[in-house]
């Protein structure tokens, strides 16, 4: 394992000079994706990287996760998977939503393949392609039962439909057929193989409508982790590249062979020792019990801490687990630290890997009612982001 200590990781980006940071390991990432490559043996895998990868940075992860083994990227808006052509990345990417006057020319231009779940983008991806003067590549995305994006019902046979018509003149190829589990981290749960049943009988009638499919690819996280019959050809994890459980509930990172990219860490700002009975921060919603030592942290909402980690989530100092004290304000936040020999410029983790004996991301999303994606997602542009690992010193 890389060594990540955060000596290694200030300035390596030349970026790290606020008060606090977001510290990625990118060999995590790349071991993770290994780990899931194992884990379904032949079949491809292509690395979600949508939403700045989950926080994690999206060109620094992909590479990782290229190099991990992946070969595919995913992303969910076309200008995420153009700015990964723009930074060089040339592996095979597919973009799956957007709206009516998305960018397709540049998309197709930039060899990037769509998935589709509607007539009226095959007609516009077609124009594009007539433009660019090459066929676009295109998935069909099928709603087999998470009522969110894709063909549904009767769409399914009009999307079919239209793309054998498009594709037999020549503006697209179908290579791809696509959906999305709505509770594949309820292993069991009847719904999963109701979507898989109807993703393969979809797929059955796409292939009898001559469409000549070759990759059909349905798998998240939760289902790479615990459904190998939701394979296919191509699987597409995101979350479990990270590091991070998409079934927290069924295991740990650790449990799953996975090991947290992210850390957020933090400079105390200031020590001060208070008297028993003093109110903490806005609205005073903590009290001192006794006298006891306080610290100011320089990271709050405008950072992405979910102000509702207020008086509940984790924070670790010195090794010691410690809970935020009162409220979390736009940029600063206060934890009671009791007796601890705290001193200004001591680094605080807010969570990272547990193998370290740090708080975690799940911890923080059970403090705060949400999930571990919300968590790393949530962390704010002004953290700069730093990068360690063999991977970083090839960017
Ligand atoms: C986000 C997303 C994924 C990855 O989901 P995880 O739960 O993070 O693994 C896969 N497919 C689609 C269509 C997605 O939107």
Redesign the pocket.
């Known amino acids: 394992m890389a060594d990540v200590s955060s000596s290694d990781l200030h300035g390596q980006d030349g970026n790290a000079s606020g008060p606090a940071r977001v510290l990625v390991d990118l060999d995590a990432i790349a071991a993770n994706v290994s780990a899931l490559c194992r884990r379904v043996g032949d079949t491809a895998v292509l690395a979600?990287v949508?939403a700045d990868a989950?926080g994690h940075g999206l060109v620094p992860s992909a590479r990782a996760a290229l190099g991990g083994g992946a070969t595919w990227l995913?992303t969910?808006q076309i200008g995420e998977a153009l700015a990964l052509r723009a930074a060089g990345v040339d592996a095979p990417l597919l973009a799956?939503?957007y709206a009516p006057g998305a960018p397709f020319r540049q998309a197709v231009e930039a060899d990037i393949d769509l998935?589709v779940s509607a007539p009226w983008a095959l007609v516009e991806i077609a124009e594009a392609a007539a433009h660019a003067g090459r066929p676009a590549r295109i998935h069909l995305k099928i709603d087999t039962g998470l009522a969110r994006?894709g063909a549904f019902g009767a769409g399914v046979d009009e999307l079919i439909e239209a793309a054998a018509r498009t594709q037999d003149g020549g503006r697209v190829r179908v290579v791809g057929i696509?959906s999305?589990f709505a509770r594949?981290d309820e292993p069991g749960e009847p719904s999963i193989r109701g979507q898989q049943d109807r993703f393969e009988a979809v797929y059955e009638q796409a292939q009898r409508a001559g469409l000549g499919i070759q990759i059909r690819h349905l798998a998240?996280?939760?289902a790479?982790l615990t459904n190998p019959s939701a394979s296919y050809d191509l699987v597409?994890?995101?979350?479990?590249i990270y590091g991070l459980s998409?079934v927290p509930q069924l295991g740990t990172p650790e449990d799953f062979g996975l090991r947290p990219a992210m850390r957020v860490a933090v400079d105390v700002a200031l020590v001060k020792d208070i008297p028993g009975g003093q109110g903490v921060s806005y609205g005073h919603t903590y009290t001192t019990v006794g006298a006891t030592r306080v610290v100011l942290l320089p990271i709050g909402y405008a950072d992405g801490v979910p102000r509702g980690a207020s008086n509940c989530a984790p924070v670790s100092l010195d090794g010691r687990h410690l809970r935020i004290s009162g409220r979390v304000c736009m940029d600063q936040l206060v934890v009671d630290v009791g007796d601890l020999p705290v001193r200004p410029g001591d680094e605080a983790i807010l969570f990272g890997d547990a193998g370290r004996g740090e708080p975690t991301a799940q911890e923080w999303a059970d403090a705060t009612g949400t999930i571990s994606?919300e968590i790393v997602t949530r962390m704010s542009s002004r953290l700069p982001r730093s990068y360690a690992g063999a991977a970083a010193w090839s960017l």
């Open positions: 979600v949508k989950y995913g969910a799956w939503l998935g994006n696509m999305h594949a998240n996280s939760a790479v597409r994890p995101g979350l479990a998409p994606y």
